[in-house]
């Protein structure tokens, strides 16, 4: 109750300030398309896509202050926002959430596709909640326009084409848009073919056993090829819509299909993996080395991924005294992953027969399955009421999402669950004396509704035999979650800007830490919801400073993050393990570890800092940028169990030199990853490294309305060895080799 008197008592505060200004639009992810809680927000620009080598959609992003990128191989790349991933990190297009299957194992792509990007935008922390629940690290946003707010002026499009060393990657993109009596259309098609990459010499661990072996005892020195760590995708959208003083109106179909190899794969090996549990607690077999790789050399292992997307949105405006206007969309989003096993020259040359591949064939991998298919099938609707005046921007928004998710097939750890989700938020825009504010609150009703297997064991009396019987628990869980932000900024000089943002973002428990209750061969883990977890509560607070004059130009962010009921998965100890070891355990977890969804409270505490100049020169400029960032996330426990949280992102510092003129671009990168040794118990550390890019672009007119920009690049120059400490397979499946590429680029 106190709580809920507090956020009345500022909600009609706030409403009721009178205010001078407007801020202008600067996000399109914000639900007030006129909120700017900008300070902690980062844009990267359409440019920066183009001319740099294409790849995964959290390694894209890895470059950016506070946050990396929780690799598993280069088709996969999950995004982490000061420390945090899964979902407290929600994926956006065009404002609405990405509802694929990505949460559900950490080799699951996200649903995203760069190549027709207007702008990638980046919200690191709790203010986010302005844009989705749960955000407590902070979300990320595609913009595109396949559904044009404005209209287009003739037809415009490029054709592009790109080549890849280390990987004999192949990317062709094509998009055209055009207005045709009046009808606003886009289309577009893009594939992506890339072979297994090469990986510097020796860069593979097998036994973390004896950390101080880590680049010399127990390696695959002469493997310069990572299995498995192909991928090919393809892409289509068609987009239309009508717009004029009234408003737009407009739909969209996307469909996405692609294939991915997984480098790693558990198999319930009792190996060494270090992937799955969120406190970092690792089994390393030794005997895996020689046994486990052996067994699976040659063998295929991969996943197919489908996604369709249909988006209904429009806008109107009514310009009346209450209501100015109204923003409505509908999105219904079909997707399916399936994960399976093939020999590997089945793969790559033989299409016939895919009975051959029997059983005899999986028993002598260990793997009797048949492939394992992940699906999430969703529903969103939204409408926001603009009801701005002359003292304020303000607006309310409505939102309902329905999604079923569910796993079929011999790894279904997690039975069908159905959740829905509806918002209430109010945000508005104002001044306060000498101060710009921006505020919202939201109100959300989560409902998830699933089952559990729960098994009993009953003992016969007289043949002293034991039965098995399974029951099916069925559970109906509301989660009433209420969160706000407040940012105050303050020009204190005519170059200098100062905020504080205030967060209380409360976050539902997701369906995977609820109801997940089997084994997950990635993590090679038997992993195990509760039912009776808790919401998690982040209190934040955010110091910024921006600093701008004459071509310098600096900004820092100082933040802490506690977080009450923390989530995470945790391996079971010793003693608890070996209480579960009878004939049943062994069958039905044989080799793997038993993991628990777990609370805690924690705590995540970081900066991110940046100085730069930009030097103008007689035919061009000339920018040089100074960056660091680094975040520390602990338990906080009374006891000798207290511990960082796992896969902690390294310190990083970020030496930037960039070079453009009218027709020509050169820049030069380095990015130096400190040693993590602030680890979970059990978790190995991992050492530094420095990685080296750089790419040079030049434009061509090739007639007055026909341009070409041909780009080189280069990724890891220095070929160094990396592993990065966020991936969940950091030992296993470490970063490409040196990448070499040619890119041109015809825009008309």
Known sequence: MKKQTQLIILFFFLGFINAQDVEEVVVTSSLTDQTQIDNPVHVVSKEDLANDASVSFGEALDNLLGVSNADFGSAIGQPIIRGMSGSRVKVLSNGMVVRDVSALGPDHPNNIDLSNAEQVEVVRGPSSLLYSNGTIGGIINVVDNTIAKTDFTGTSGNFSHELQEANDGEVTTFNVQTNQSGLNISFGLSEAIFDSYEIPGGSIIHDDEHEDHEEEGHEEGDMTVLANSDYETSNARFGVSTTGDWGHLGFSLVSKEGTNGIPYHGEGHGGHDEHGDEDGDEDHDGDHEDEGHDEHEGERIFADNTSDVFTLEGSYNLNGELVKGIDFFMRSSDYSLTEQHAEEEHHDDEHHDEDEHDEDEHDEHGHEEGPTTFENEATEFGVVLDLSNDSLNQKVAFNFAEEDMSIIGEEAFMNPVN??????????????????????????????????????????????????????????????????????????????????????????????????????????????????????????????????????????????????????????????????????????????????????DAEFNGYELLVGRTIALPNGSLTVSLGQDSVIGKFNADSADESYVPRLTPKRTFIDVDYSSADYSAGISFKDVKPQYKTAMEESSTEGFMLVDMKVAKEFALSQDVGMTVSFFAKNLMDERARNHTSFVKNQVPLAGRNIGFKFNITF
Do not use: C
Request: aromatic share 10%.
């Open 419 to 600: 959740s829905e989700e509806f918002t209430v938020g109010y945000y508005l825009n104002t001044k306060l004396g000498e101060f710009d504010v921006d505020f919202g609150v939201r109100l959300d009703d989560i409902t998830r509704n699933g089952s559990v297997v729960e098994e009993h064991h009953d003992e016969d009396e007289h043949e002293g035999e034991e039965e098995h019987d399974e029951e099916v628990e069925l559970y109906d869980l509301n989660f009433s979650t209420q969160s706000y932000a407040v940012q105050f900024s303050q020009d204190w000089t005519e170059n200098l800007t100062v905020s504080l943002v205030l967060s209380n973002v409360e976050r539902a428990p997701g369906a995977q830490e609820l109801f997940m209750n089997g084994p997950h061969l990635v993590t090679n883990r038997f992993e195990v919801g509760d039912v009776n977890l808790g919401t998690e509560v982040s209190n934040n607070v955010d110091f910024i400073m921006n600093y701008e004059n004459d071509g310098a130009f600096a900004s820092a962010s100082f933040y802490a993050n506690a977080v009450d009921n923390y989530i995470y998965l945790m391996d079971e100890s010793e003693a608890d393990h070996e209480d579960h070891e009878d004939e049943d355990h062994e069958e039905h977890h044989g080799d793997m570890i038993r993991a628990n969804y777990l609370q805690q």
